[in-house]
């Protein structure tokens, strides 16, 4: 896990051109995405897919991400972030931002640390930060392939979308919870720091997966 100092950040709804400051307080960020490797020792097995053990995990629903943060948890004897019940929206989970447990990344965290100080579209040259359409052959990579932003941080920029903790706008898409990075099969404009996306927490898609966050 990388530390990752406090500061602010502001976001960026392009739908509704409505910008927001968000005040980031130090946490701890994984480097890359949960591989296949990782979510198969910690659950017993990982969705089917012909990609290696060394790719991140994709086919994973925003429930199920939040489930194995916990299962993390509890083997490393730390304190799980999650409570939850049987709401299939999920609107149920509680996040517990005090516990020192594995938790998913609130949306700003994400974008903060993605950023790493920069300002641009994005921390880099595409080419050599990300796999995206471009230069993935149509498949997800083994993580860590592609150069890291100034922070130490892989994969930010394409290979996966990355579920986050937030709901995307309650008031309009209800359930749907905000992913964010863009992958392997997107083009440049789906592969900048401030894109957003969303959908329901049951959603499961091949180049969508997650990223391991703790509180400090």
């Known amino acids: ?71 993390l948890s509890q083997g490393a004897g730390l304190e799980p972030c999650y409570s939850m019940g049987d709401d299939p929206d999920g609107q149920d989970v509680v996040c517990d ?26 921390y880099g040259e595409l080419d050599e930060i990300a796999w995206y359409r471009e230069n993935s052959g149509g498949e997800i990579r083994d993580v860590a392939t592609k150069a890291p932003n100034a922070w130490g941080l892989h994969d930010m920029i394409g290979n996966v979308w990355e579920w986050c903790w937030d709901l995307y706008d309650p008031g309009v898409y209800g359930p749907y919870r905000v992913f964010r990075g863009g992958g392997a099969h997107d083009r440049p404009r789906g592969c900048r720091a401030s894109c957003r996306r969303k959908s329901h927490p049951t959603f499961r898609i091949d180049d969508l997966g997650f990223r391991l966050a703790r509180s400090r």
Do not use: H, Q
């Open 1 to 71: 896990m990388i530390e990752i100092p406090a500061g602010e950040i502001v976001l960026r709804d392009e739908g509704t051109r409505t910008d927001w400051r968000v005040e980031v307080g130090a946490f701890l960020l994984a480097p890359y995405p949960v591989t296949r490797e990782l979510y198969d020792a910690v659950r017993g097995e990982a969705p089917a897919s012909p990609a290696g053990p060394r790719t991140p995990v994709t086919e994973v629903s925003w429930k199920e991400a939040v489930r194995f943060c916990n299962l």
């Open 97 to 122: 931002w005090e516990a020192d447990g594995y938790r998913l990344p609130s949306e700003a965290e994400w974008e903060y640390a993605c950023r790493a100080g920069t300002s641009g579209v994005r």
